[in-house]
Structures are given as C-alpha cells and as structure tokens.
C-alpha cells in the first residue's frame, strides 16, 4: 500500500507540473532532487486535506483552469480562502461539493454524505486530485479538437486586453497562469483601496453614490433595455438617412468618375457604425460626478473635437422655395344666406342660356 500511495504521489506531482498547475513548480531542466521534495510537499499538503493552504490552492488553480477551457458554468469557482480556520475549510468544502456535482463525480465517497467530512477518510485527497488533474488533461483535449468560437475568442481576447491596460496602470504584475478571477478582483480592489487615500479630495467622486439592491438592479436592467432598444431605433434612422444622402451624391455626372473613390472612403467608416448601443450597467457604475457636468457646445474644450474645414463654408445665395404659412394670407370666405346663393347661380345661368 505503502508503494502503491508514492506511485499515486509522484503521478500527481508530474501531471501537475506538466499541466502547469504548481505555484512554484521546477522547471524542465529540474532533477530527481526537485522533483522529490515537489512530491513530499504535495503528500504533505494531501495528508492535511482542506486545512492545508497549499492543497486548497492547488485545487483552485485546477478549477479555474477548468473554468477557462469552458468545462464549468459561468459563476462556478472554487475558493482557496485568505486564512486558515474552521469557516474556511467549511466553505472551500461546501464549494467543492458543487463543484463535483457539476463535473458528475463517479466517485460516491466524495460526492456522498456530509460534505465537511468527505475528505478525511485516508486517500481521498489523493483521489480528488487525480479526478481533477484528469477533468482538466480531458478539457485541453476536447478543446484543441474544437477550437472556440469566432466571437468568444474576441471577446475572450478583448477582456485579457482590458485587464492587461488595468493591470498596468495599476503597476501591478502580469496574473500567473490558472490565477482564478475572484481572486484577482480581490487584488485589484485591494490594489485599488491603497491608492484612493493618495488622491486629491473629491477626485474620482462616483455618479451613483446610493446602494442598490436586487430589485433595484433589475429595474434599472429593465431601464437599461428599453434605452437600448429605444437608441437603436434612432440610429437605424440616421444610418438610413446617412445611406440616401451618400446614395444621392452617386447622381451626378461628376460622380461617375469618383464614384469609386468616393465608396473606397465612406464604406470604412460606415462599416463602424453600428445600429446596436454598447452602453452597459458597467458604465453606470464606472460613471464618475464630472460626467454630469453640462458642457455648451461651442466651449473651447467642444470645439476641438467638432472643428472642421467644413465650418468655415458659407453657402452662397439660395433661391427662396416658401414654406413660412405665417407670412401667407389666409382667403377670408364672405358669409351669406343659402337663397341668395342659389338665386345668384340660378341667374347666372340663365344667362348664359
């Protein structure tokens, strides 16, 4: 038993260094030596189970990578805890449970009875870890034999360059690999709440100062969607007359020999212009109290953004096409009886007999 429990050990201690799941994991050039102590440390933390800080987070590095390649649902993550103490054992159990039942755990005696003392009975740490490692060698293979989708591999992309800008404006280091995102976050905030005291009093002041709660959220959700359809609409409208204006400069004789040209440089820019809004609730909460600050439009600060050559065309005298019914003057109709009336038409016609 004794041998088959080193086997088992050093299995992991290689599946884990392989799939690049070790915080301080040897590189290849790494000997025997390394590899050992690696291999005592991971028994070590094994035999511990969920009171060991190291075994909690390697665990999480497991399920984050899980959670990467698609293989859990959105929201699903396994927290290894800041500290060590009985509540966060208890959490970082009762998430495991979930965890477990999500992946269909074949395992009974870890998906089975009460989920604080799943894993003391002896070994049972070591199956954890080999069901995991085997869930996530099992993820990578499905998803090199089906490569991710077009649009989530761009908005993937988008959101690794979004939190790469954060990271560096913050002066804070690239994540290491599997890091998971809530506990990212936490870095980010923590990050965050030091430099708040260094900044001017009043600098940064959020627009939304008062807190929500869920039915609040999903009013402003609901607000959020009619907006969203509402603005859609009216761009669809100045996109459409956007397209007969251009349309209209096609007519004439001089356009029949820039008309190329012409399309070359409107269809780039009217390719970006897009009928769909991507204002979120993240700009709400992103909003700062400067926003709300009126600018007038023909401020210094406006005109550097509106000012083109165009603004300094005047238009040359135009032929008056009306259009003002206040400068016109209403025919006032004369009122009269209905048998002078037909008298007048009856003579009249008399005399033209």
Partial sequence: MAGSAEEEVAWLTRAVQALGC?????????????????????????????????????????????????????GAALSAGDADGPETEDCF????????????CPDRALTTGNPTARLRDPGSSLRLLRFLL????????????????????????????????????LGMPQPKPGTSASQLLRDVHAKISDLLPSLPPGHLEPLLTQPLDAPRWEALSNLSSCLQDQYCYRRRLMLTRLDLTASAF?????????????????????????????????????????????????????????????NKVLMG???DRGG???????????????????????????KRR
């Avoid at 700062?288 to 083109?308: F, Q």
């Avoid at 400068?327 to 008399?350: D, F, I, N, V, Y």
């Fill in 22 to 74: 070790a915080a301080d994991s040897p590189g290849k050039g790494a000997g025997p030596e390394a590899e050992a102590e690696a291999g005592a440390r991971l028994a070590e933390a094994a035999a511990r189970g969920a009171s060991c800080a190291h075994f909690r987070a390697l665990c999480a590095r497991l399920a984050a990578q899980l959670g990467a390649l698609g293989a859990l649902k959105e």
């Fill in 93 to 104: 159990l009762l998430e495991l449970s979930d965890l477990l039942r999500e992946l269909h």
């Fill in 134 to 169: 085997s869930e996530l060698q099992a993820a990578r293979l499905l998803s090199l034999r089906s490569p991710a989708a077009p649009c989530h591999a761009e908005a993937q992309e988008e959101a690794q360059g979004e939190l790469a800008l954060t990271l560096q404006a």
């Fill in 250 to 310: 096609h007519w004439t004789e001089r356009a029949q020999t820039q008309g190329t040209a012409m399309t070359n440089v409107l269809n780039p820019l009217r390719q970006g212009l897009a009928p769909e809004s991507d204002i979120s609730l993240a700009h709400v909460l992103a909003s700062r109290a400067d926003l709300s600050r009126l600018v007038p439009a023909t401020g210094r600060a406006a005109r550097l953004v509106t000012c083109c050559p165009i």
């Fill in 317 to 319: 005298p135009v032929p």
């Fill in 324 to 350: 003002r019914p206040n400068e016109l003057e209403a025919p006032m109709p004369t009122w009269q009886s209905r048998r002078e009336a037909g008298h007048q038409r009856w003579a009249r016609k008399k």
